[in-house]
């Protein structure tokens, strides 16, 4: 039993040590402002006359699904936007509204990302946990000069008609796309919304970014204890 002990130990210590360097930051309204994926829906549509004829098309579709559900017709008109494509053809579209999104002024968070910046000079493992779409949020990372950063995001898979999606990395999934990474436990965690509420919580410090009073109370409330609130622009 004490040889047991003994093994187990180190094992422990190293899980722990690891987790204590461990910060994980949402994407969209934390380092990013706006929707990144949906802004680059709106450049694919913008730029595709296949895209819009077929939402033309679909659109009893999508409106139906919209009766039910704004995520089901979001995804529907997902689906549409990405008809016919394949990976190479996707990066291609992604490189498109990056080379864009990376020029616009203010498009990125300033305080957000010198945050980030700060933790990895103190030696932090960033992870970026995000309901965008992987490729996309690490190519936009990429190209204002964080290519390392680790990112977990949702994912897209191959149909017969054109890219789908596969999974939708929001709420509870979050934690459950960390764990299925081995990470099990993270010393800091910024987010925006009631959306990261799950991430939060199991950090042991828990930053919400410009949340209103409102806001804060509800996450407080979700959490069972206090949260830290930051102003970024």
């Known amino acids: 039993m004490f040889t047991g002990d003994k093994t187990a130990a180190p094992e422990h210590t190293g899980a722990e040590a690891r987790a204590s360097r461990i910060v994980v930051f949402d994407f969209d309204g934390v380092l990013f402002h706006g929707d990144s994926f949906s802004m680059f829906m709106r450049h694919r549509f913008k730029h595709s006359l296949l895209s819009k004829l077929l939402a033309l098309l679909t659109m009893p579709w999508w409106l139906l699904c919209l009766v039910f559900s704004r995520w089901w017709a979001a995804r529907a008109l997902v689906h549409v936007a990405l008809f016919g494509m394949g990976q190479k053809r996707y990066q291609q579209a992604v490189d498109a509204f990056v080379d864009q999104a990376v020029r616009r002024p203010r498009q990125f968070c300033r305080d957000g990302l010198q945050t980030l910046r700060k933790h990895v000079a ?70 925006d919304s009631m959306l990261d509420a799950q991430m939060l919580k199991q950090a042991h410090e828990a930053v919400l970014v410009n949340g209103s009073p409102k806001l804060c109370k509800r996450m407080e409330r979700a959490l069972g204890r206090t949260v830290a609130r930051v102003d970024w622009y």
């Open 122 to 191: 103190d030696g932090d493992e960033v992870i970026v946990v995000t309901g965008c779409e992987q490729t996309l949020a690490a190519r936009l990372l990429s190209q204002i000069g964080l290519p390392d950063i680790g990112v977990i995001g949702s994912q897209l898979k191959p149909g017969w008609s054109g890219l789908r999606i596969s999974l939708h990395n929001v709420g509870r999934r979050k934690v459950q796309s960390l764990v299925g990474k081995g990470v099990k436990s993270w010393r800091v965690a910024y987010g």
